[in-house]
């Protein structure tokens, strides 16, 4: 660590964090293509938990090294200034992101007369009014459109966490635990749908639980188990093997059973409220993968690492590429035709251009533009025609000539 980075008072980057968030991306894109044939094969349907479990704990894990110090070194209220800066900037994001969806639906609409509004953004056809209300308000989230607003119900939270922590140091635990059993006993949720009553798909109560689990541990308020040691390697394990059968299609089409056996330990509202069952799933996942993972974290950054760095540094703006360009695919699948190739490429075109986005995004993030202007380059000057030449005869010889 720098001496500058001491007296600032801030951790040396973490580049795992960046890693895991980049792969977050990608699998959301793969995620948020309906029909997308390379869906069956992404780690949510090898377990209980999925990627939105990764994109919560690495936004928590993250929001405690950018945020947390602020609290500690600066006060209660100039950390929840910044909360409430980030939660005003990922507002607009959202508002923009669904603007530029309803636009981009329209447009294709327009051009190749898909109806793709009607499909993705009925409400907004039939009842502007009530549709547009509750686009501004949180309370209308449009399918695969309910991480953003979820993320900024739980930020929200941070300040109350920290002030509670001032007090004593159990009550933020006391307070996540309290609101994750009230999204269970009595469905302690937001309303999400103007006209059925219905609440938010993710359920911030409930969520806030990983986000926090990720939080407390990069604000090292709870002890971590080191990586490597062999009974916990093969108890996570173990776990994870005995969860394939109830989430693999490749079991659950062929085996009644394990499907009957997964209604039965899993309700309906498992992901909306956040089952255990996932929340224990993903810190087998992430404490067995982070384990086989830590002889290499050196070589983390290079090849497909590195990439996957690039675009984790850049969360936000390559989470919003993902799903624009995840409608885009999506559209441009059924135009093509679904064939395994077409596919493959599309899902790989995806892949880079979200790469563009973020390595766009950290350019003009460096603010190239601020640095020291480069010295201008000195014009070659034409020699004075009364100047002497610099190469000239001796006096002698051009006597003699």
């Given amino acids: 660590m720098s001496t500058l980075q001491q007296r600032a008072g801030k951790r040396p980057r973490d580049e795992r964090l960046d890693f895991f968030r980049g792969l977050t991306m990608l699998i959301i894109f793969v995620a948020h293509w309906p029909q997308n044939s390379w869906n069956a094969f992404i780690p949510a349907r090898f377990g209980f938990s999925s990627g939105a479990e990764l994109f919560v704990f690495c936004s928590g894990v993250a929001s405690a090294l950018a945020f947390g110090s602020i609290?500690?070194?600066r006060?209660?209220?100039?950390?929840?200034?910044?909360i409430m800066l980030r939660i005003w900037q990922v507002y607009w994001a959202q508002l923009g992101l669904v603007l530029a969806l309803i636009a981009l639906a329209a447009l294709?609409?327009?051009s190749f007369g898909l109806g793709v509004l009607a499909s993705q953004f009925a409400p907004l056809l039939s009842s502007p009014d009530s549709a547009l209300l509750g686009l501004a308000t949180l309370t209308w989230q449009p399918d695969y459109l309910d991480i953003l607003p979820m993320y900024l119900v739980i930020l929200a939270l941070v300040p109350v966490v920290m002030a509670l922590h001032r007090i004593n140091a159990a009550l933020p635990f006391l307070m996540v635990a309290l609101l994750y059993g009230l999204a269970?006993?009595?469905d302690l949720n937001l309303p999400?749908?103007?006209?059925?009553g219905?609440?938010?798909?993710l359920n911030p109560f409930a969520w806030q639980l990983i986000f926090f689990i990720g939080f407390f541990i990069g604000m090292k308020w709870v002890p971590v188990p080191r990586l490597g040691e062999h009974r916990l390697m093969l108890a996570a394990g173990a776990f994870l093997l005995l969860s394939v059968p109830f989430s693999f299609w490749g079991f659950l089409e062929h085996w009644p059973a394990a499907q009957a056996l997964r209604d039965l330990i899993l309700p309906t509202s498992e992901k909306s409220n956040l089952h255990i069952l996932r929340v224990?799933?993903?810190l087998a996942l992430a404490y067995l993968v982070l384990s086989l993972l830590d002889p290499w974290r050196r070589n983390l950054d290079q090849g497909v690492g590195h990439l996957l760095i690039l675009i984790g540094r850049q969360s936000l703006a390559a989470f919003l590429a993902s799903v624009v360009l995840a409608r885009l695919a999506a559209t441009a699948a059924d135009m093509l035709g679904r064939t395994e190739l077409s596919m493959a490429l599309l899902n790989l075109v995806g892949f880079a251009a979200i790469l563009g986005v973020a390595v766009l995004v950290g350019w003009f993030k460096s603010t190239p533009w601020a640095g020291p202007a480069a010295p201008a380059k000195a014009e070659p000057q034409r020699p004075d025609e009364t100047e002497a030449p610099k190469h000239r005869l001796p006096t002698r010889v051009r006597e003699a000539s």
């Fill in 184 to 186: 269970w006993a009595i």
């Fill in 198 to 201: 219905a609440g938010w798909f």
């Fill in 280 to 282: 224990l799933h993903f």
């Fill in 108 to 110: 294709l609409d327009h």
């Fill in 192 to 196: 999400g749908n103007p006209w059925n």
């Fill in 75 to 82: 006060g209660l209220w100039l950390g929840t200034a910044r």
């Fill in 71 to 73: 609290f500690v070194r």
